[in-house]
């Protein structure tokens, strides 16, 4: 069964600095790809990032990065510079290719402190 | 080209009565997506489409009915409400596509704010 799991449910972070927000996955499928959502205290949903799980290397974004860890089944995301608009919810979420369904984490509040 | 939009934005309910969630989008989008946002618990997903005249049960289908006659909307239906059903909800659409149809960006709508008392 897809599960997704973001241990931490508050981060703060200086800005320009970096910061990395924890994403673990459970699943058998083979092949599966996993996102990065922000969620802004707007309320819409913003696709950030996509890793593959036959992706030989890193995503990268701008100043957003995907540390996957394959064998340890992480998908971590690594924000660079962060700046006070990068406050906001990130979610992270997966799709096996044996189902249609996208599943969400719980996500992780990140607060940009000037 | 408005992407994905949901009507209505608000709705307050009382409990016991009925209503329906409009989601339409004009990307031809195959795939559809119904989310409840609860705090705490991310976005889980209630019911999807794969295309015109599918459905499927996704992790907390209870108390919900969905119909997707075309392909560019999407309805979720509340028979009988009940406060537990106080949400955010979201409608999403996608078009799988790269290798093995897994590049699978999500276009999210804005959004329905629903209260049942």
């Known amino acids: 069964a897809q599960k997704i799991t973001q241990t931490q449910p508050g981060m703060f972070v200086q800005e320009k600095e970096a910061v990395t927000l924890d994403c673990t996955y459970d699943t058998s499928d083979p092949s599966y790809g996993l996102f990065w959502y922000k969620q802004p205290s707007s309320g819409e949903m913003i696709f950030l990032i996509y890793q593959g799980s036959y992706d030989q290397q890193n995503a990268t974004e701008g100043r957003y990065s995907l540390n996957f860890q394959k064998a340890r089944k992480s998908a971590n995301l690594v924000i660079s510079a962060s700046q006070l608009g990068d406050s906001a919810m990130y979610f992270c979420?997966?799709?096996?290719?044996?189902?249609?369904?996208?599943?969400f984490g719980p996500g992780t509040s990140l607060s940009v402190i000037p | 080209n408005a992407g994905v939009t949901q009507t209505p934005k608000f709705r307050v309910l009382k409990t016991g009565q009925s209503m329906t969630l409009l989601c339409a989008q004009d990307?031809?989008?195959?795939?559809m997506y119904w989310y409840r946002q609860d705090p705490g618990m991310g976005l889980r997903l209630i019911h999807y489409s794969v295309g015109e005249g599918t459905t499927a049960k996704g992790e907390v289908p209870d108390g919900y009915n969905v119909s997707r006659l075309k392909k560019q909307n999407f309805l979720l239906g509340l028979e009988s409400a009940a406060p537990s059903q106080t949400s955010v909800y979201f409608c999403?659409?996608?078009?799988?596509?790269?290798?093995?149809?897994?590049?699978?960006?999500?276009?999210f709508g804005p959004g329905t704010r629903l209260t049942v008392t």
């Open positions: 999403a659409s996608s078009y799988p596509t790269g290798r093995l149809a897994l590049t699978y960006e999500q276009y």
């Open positions: 979420a997966m799709k096996e290719t044996s189902y249609d369904k996208v599943i």
């Open positions: 990307m031809n989008h195959e795939y």
